[in-house]
Structures are given as structure tokens and as C-alpha cells.
């Protein structure tokens, strides 16, 4: 592993690739820099080498370090808890783990509150696993739907999916086709709250699979920071 910045740099240049191969500019996919469990200082290496985007799989996280760290925009891209939107409303720019109408009404009513929009994104567990959250491809449109009728201060922004780990990613490109073709098709929702622009599929070890087959948002963290270190948190 180089410096965060020779990875940030490094990851560039792969997306690069990956983007050009399928006809597309790198440009077009959005690397999200996982923070889980680093430091502000860490995050803001990041962000003076040209990371835009943040996300934390938890709550507490995005709370503890939201004072300390540069400009930037924040994605809560973790299993987010009812009880637990109302201290992130205001803090993040798109919440990516929506999988349920009753999490979607709870991020419907602290945002109403606040007098804002908040942008989402539909968690999709297309394997089915059952150590992941995320609706089945079935039960996708319906949600979308009913979020849509109910939730006049949601906005959905596309669909978000991690695909089962396999020491080879072409043994899950399948997910990423599944999610990719549904993608193509709740976009055709004609909605005003509907506006479709994010595919998030993609992590450390799988992200030019995922945006070979679509991505237009890859979620890293391990590559740009290293393996993490979870005996230094106690979390």
C-alpha cells in the first residue's frame, strides 16, 4: 500500500480504465471514500488529495467526526436505524441503505422537520444473502412506489447494492447485471421525486466488475486506506 494519496491516485487511474473499456468517461463514476473507523486526520488526507465524498457505515461515526473534518459531502452508506435518522438528517447528502417503508417514513418525517429534501438510495440484495440487509429485485419497484406516494421529502436517486465477496469478482457479476437491468427500469418511473443518477455498486476488491457492468458510484475504503485496524475501536 502507497500513501492515501498514491491510492487515491492509483484508484483514478483505475476507474479510468474500467470506464473507458465499457465507452465511458472515468469521470462519470463517483468514488466514495469509505471512512469506517479512521480518523479525521485520515479523512482529511483524503480530501486534500481530491476526495469529494465520504461515507460511514454508522451513525456515531458521521457524529464524532463531522466537526473535525474539511468540507465535504457525507453519505451514510450503512444499516441506518429509525431511532437514529434524526441525528444524521442534517449532516448527510444522501442516505444509501433505505430498505423498508417504515425507515423511509422516519427519514420522510425528520426531514420535513428540517425543511429539507434528503436524497436516498433503494438497498437491493439481489443474492438474497441473509447477512446483508437490502430488498429482493421483486420487492424493489413496490417500494419505490410506495416511498414515492407517501414520502413527499424523500427524492430517490437510484439503487445501491453489495454483492456477495468472492475472491473472484467475476463470479458476482451476475448481482451487478440483475441490479443494473432493474436500475434501467424503475428509472422509467415518471415522478417528480424520482431522478435517478446513482447505481452504487462497487467496493475494494470488486469495483472495475461492478463498473463494467454499470456502476456510476464505487464505495472504497481498504484501498485508499488500508486494511483497518478494528482493535483500535471500539466499535
Avoid at 500500500?1 to 473499456?21: L, V
Avoid at 463494467?212 to 483497518?228: C, K, M, P, W, Y
Amino acid at each position: 500500500m502507497g500513501t492515501i494519496r498514491e491510492n487515491i491516485e492509483r484508484i483514478n487511474a483505475e476507474k479510468e480504465q474500467f470506464a473507458a473499456a465499457c465507452g465511458r468517461k472515468g469521470d462519470s463514476v463517483l468514488l466514495v471514500a469509505v471512512s469506517k473507523t479512521r480518523t479525521p486526520e485520515e479523512i482529511n488526507q483524503a480530501i486534500d488529495a481530491g476526495i469529494t465524498d465520504i461515507g460511514e457505515n454508522k451513525v456515531q461515526e458521521v457524529m464524532d467526526k463531522f466537526d473535525s473534518v474539511k468540507p465535504v459531502r457525507w453519505h451514510l452508506i450503512g444499516h441506518l436505524q429509525t431511532n437514529k435518522v434524526k441525528y444524521i438528517i442534517d449532516k448527510v447528502c444522501m442516505i444509501h441503505s433505505v430498505d423498508s417503508m417504515k425507515l423511509a417514513q422516519e427519514i420522510d418525517k425528520r426531514a420535513q422537520q428540517h425543511g429539507l429534501t434528503m436524497d436516498i438510495l433503494i438497498q437491493v440484495n439481489a443474492a438474497q444473502e441473509e447477512s446483508k440487509f437490502g430488498i429482493t429485485t421483486d420487492e424493489t419497484r413496490q417500494l419505490i412506489l410506495d416511498i414515492l406516494d407517501q414520502c413527499p421529502n424523500i427524492r430517490i436517486r437510484g439503487l445501491m447494492h453489495i454483492a456477495p465477496f468472492a475472491e473472484n469478482p467475476d463470479d458476482v457479476r451476475i448481482y451487478f447485471r440483475q441490479v443494473k437491468e432493474l436500475y434501467d427500469q424503475c428509472a422509467k418511473i415518471d415522478h417528480p421525486h424520482l431522478d435517478f443518477q446513482y447505481l452504487s455498486m462497487g467496493m475494494s476488491h470488486d469495483f472495475g466488475v461492478a463498473i463494467e457492468e454499470g456502476s456510476n458510484l464505487i464505495r472504497v475504503g481498504t484501498a485508499i486506506f488500508g486494511e483497518r485496524d478494528y482493535s483500535k475501536k471500539n466499535q
